[in-house]
Structures are given as structure tokens and as C-alpha cells.
């Protein structure tokens, strides 16, 4: 059996002691270790704004193709290591490769991950303390390090796989859960595999990239919620592809979540907010309803990204209530502002979208139902 490899990604300069100890400690799991050296080169001087920057440009463009004939070598894993700016190169390689192969970043974690890392599968591993010379703590994190990479080197994996076959895309949350559970348990029944993504402002990052590789047969945009999140406000990472990036299949859309702001915790929400009707969903999020002018442009844009598909395209409208607070004696409940969406959507949509409007609320079994109807009217079952 062929010895299983990893690549190692560290700035050699200013991290070589460390580094040396994780490869060591990776080759006790009888892991193979090769050391790809991404410091900038400085010299040991300060370089500035735009040098810097330019440098970080130039290591990732000339290694990129290094790390990506070594995959195809047979490679089975990607560990990075690095602070601030060791760490933004070898993440910005590993968003460069492909979605699903496995790749370790440990660091200090100078950032917030989940931006840079929306579109990609890496393991973070926090250092807790800074990569500036070995003491217990570093040295039990880079243990740990070695004994999950050695643990990812265990399946032997093509090193280009993505995806095994075209899935149906299904976008869900919490505030739709019902209707998620109830869609991909009907679809599994029929022997069809549906893949869901977490639509709360990073999890459309993923299902677009995935989207523009062709890993789905069709799409049940069943919580657009992040049309709030871009438009309105709240967290959320760049996705300009969010809604164009399934354009050729059949795409069906409801709109789930979009009578509400994912914002953060109750006491970091600016006070307008708070003056609207809302509620916790969780210690962590809070979610404000959308004003009738906001919805508009939720409509709009929701609109608009359905006019552009060129496959066959729906949109189911449960006028019972939009998310799970959205019903009777829900916090945000509001008969009213669905109406106002269905108005402006059904004004601005061109006459090739197919439009269903249902008084179910979106987590019935009747909005289920009318979704797998329209997906055996378009051929996608």
C-alpha cells in the first residue's frame, strides 16, 4: 500500500523550528511530509502596504501550480500553518483547490474565518498561542494537528473530486426546517439524493460555487434568505453569484426567510432594529422583520434573478407564513407584508416564471406537495 503524503504550507523564515516539530510529529503516523515554503522573503525587514500586498500576490500565483501538480501526484492532504499574513497565504491556496479535499489550517487566527473560508472545506485548528517558538501549548496543538491529518490521510481520495453525481440543491434554515425536513425526506423516499446549504449569509457562498461546477440537477431555492443579508442588512460574505449561478436547470424558488434580518445577539443590534417587531432565535442570532419598503426590494431583486434563468423556473408563495414565526401568534407574523411581496414579485416577473401562490404556510405538507409537482412538471424527478 502506497505510503500516504501530505503538503505542508509554512513561512520557513519566520516559522522553521515549528514547522520542523509538526512534520516530525505527522511522520510518527506514518504520514510523508513535503515542506512548501511560502514566506514573502523579506529579508528580514518591514515591507510596506503595497509591497507586502504584492508579495502575498506573487508567492500565491507562483505555488499555486506547485500545490496543484502535487494533488494530482497523489497527494491526500493540505496542512497550513502561519499567523496574519502566513496564515492569509496558505488559506488563500487552499480556497484555490478543490471544494472537498481535505485541508488543515492551523493558526492564530487573526481574522474571522468564516469569510474567507464560505466556499470551502478547510479544518481550523487555533494555535490558542502565537507560532513564535515552541512551549507546551503549541507543541500539544501541533500533536493534535498531526493526529487529524493522519486521520484524513486514512481514505485515499481522487484528488480532483467535487461532487459523485448531480444532487437537487436545496436552500434551508432553522426558520424553515419543516419544510427542509419534509422536502429531502420525500425526495429520499424516491430514491433521490437532495444536498441542502445553510442559507445564513456563508452557506450561499458554498451552494454557488458548487452550482457554477455543475454539481446540481436542479435547484429548491426554498430559503433566500440571503437576499436580505446582501441587500437589507446583516453578516454575510460576498456572493455575487448567489442568485445567477444556476441558470440552465430547472429552479424552483419560495421565499423562505425573507421577511426577516439575521442580525447578531439581542445586545449588539442597534436599537432600530429592536423597535421593530423581532425575536431570539437563538443566544447568537436575532432575527428583525423586514419593513414593507425592504420587502419590496427583496421582490425585486428575487424577480429579477428568476427572469435571468433560462431553464425552467417557478415561484411557490405560501400565503400562510414565510418561516416559522411567520404564522399565527408568531413574533413577526404579518399577513399584510406577504401580500406586499407577492404584489411587487408578481409585477416585476416576466411571463416565463411559472408562479403558484398557496394559502399553506411554507413548512405544510401542501407546500411540499406543490413543490414536488412542479419539480415532475419540469422533468427533474
Known sequence: MTQAEVLVLATLDTKREETAYLVDRISEHGVAAQIIDISLTSNGGALDETKKLEAIDRIVTSQLGTIVSRLDSGINAVVGMGGGTGGEIALRLMRALPITFPKVLVTTLPFDPRIAAADS??????????????????????????????GLCSTRRQANACVAAPSIAVTGLGATEGAVKRLTGTLKEREIESTVFHANGYGGAAFARFAERGAFSSVIDLTPHEVTRI?????????????????????????????????????LVPSEYLDRPHYAHSGYFTHVKLTPIEICKVAEVLADSLNSVTGPAALIVPMGGFSHQDCPGGAIEDAQLRQVFLDQVSERLSDTVKVEVLEAHICAPQTTQQILETLDAFGAM
Do not use: W
Request: aromatic share 6%; proline share 7%; with cysteine.
Open 231 to 267: 441587500h437589507v442588512a446583516g453578516a454575510h460574505v460576498p456572493m455575487p453569484t448567489r442568485f445567477s449561478s444556476a441558470r440552465d436547470i430547472p429552479y424552483i424558488m419560495l421565499p423562505g426567510g425573507i421577511n426577516f434580518i439575521g442580525l447578531g445577539e439581542r445586545s
Open 121 to 150: 472545506s478547510i479544518v481550523f485548528v487555533p494555535t490558542l498561542v502565537d507560532i513564535c517558538g515552541l512551549n507546551a501549548t503549541l507543541r500539544e496543538v501541533m500533536e493534535n494537528t498531526a493526529a487529524l491529518t493522519a
